[in-house]
Nanobody, 123 residues
Framework: QVQLVESGGGLVQAGGSLRLSCAASGRTFSSYAMGWFRQAPGKEREFVAA????????YYADSAKGRFTISRDNAKNTVYLQMNSLKPEDTAVYYCAATIRKATKDPSEYDNWGQGTQVTVSS
């Protein structure tokens, strides 16, 4: 098990940037693939990005490609989501998640979830 705590959300104007962080507890963080998901009001949780345990493989939703970058620092037990060129439709609660299995877009494959951080993009 790993405990996850997200931070870095907030209110930003369209076109702006935010960097989300997800700090993990435990010594085995480097064994986990990590993912970022988001959920807007009235919508289902959706995949944003994922990264392999080594950081060598990354995956993005089409909506995130070219604007968002996922990265990790295993020495700091932290995964990041750099979000640029933000749009109002990016407004959501963003969650990080960990899986002992391979990085995937499927939220059901993730066993550990953070509490989420709110991102609001104004037009």
């Amino acid at each position: 098990q790993v405990q996850l705590v997200e931070s870095g959300g907030g209110l930003v104007q369209a076109g702006g940037s935010l960097r989300l962080s997800c700090a993990a507890s435990g010594r085995t963080f480097s064994s986990y693939a990590m993912g970022w998901f988001r959920q807007a009001p009235g919508k289902e949780r959706e995949f944003v990005a994922a990264i392999s345990w080594s950081g060598g493989l990354t995956y993005y939703a089409d909506s995130a490609k070219g604007r968002f970058t996922i990265s990790r620092d295993n020495a700091k037990n932290t995964v990041y989501l750099q979000m640029n060129s933000l749009k109002p439709e990016d407004t959501a609660v963003y969650y990080c998640a960990a899986t002992i299995r391979k990085a995937t877009k499927d939220p059901s494959e993730y066993d550990n979830w953070g509490q989420g951080t709110q991102v609001t993009v104004s037009s």
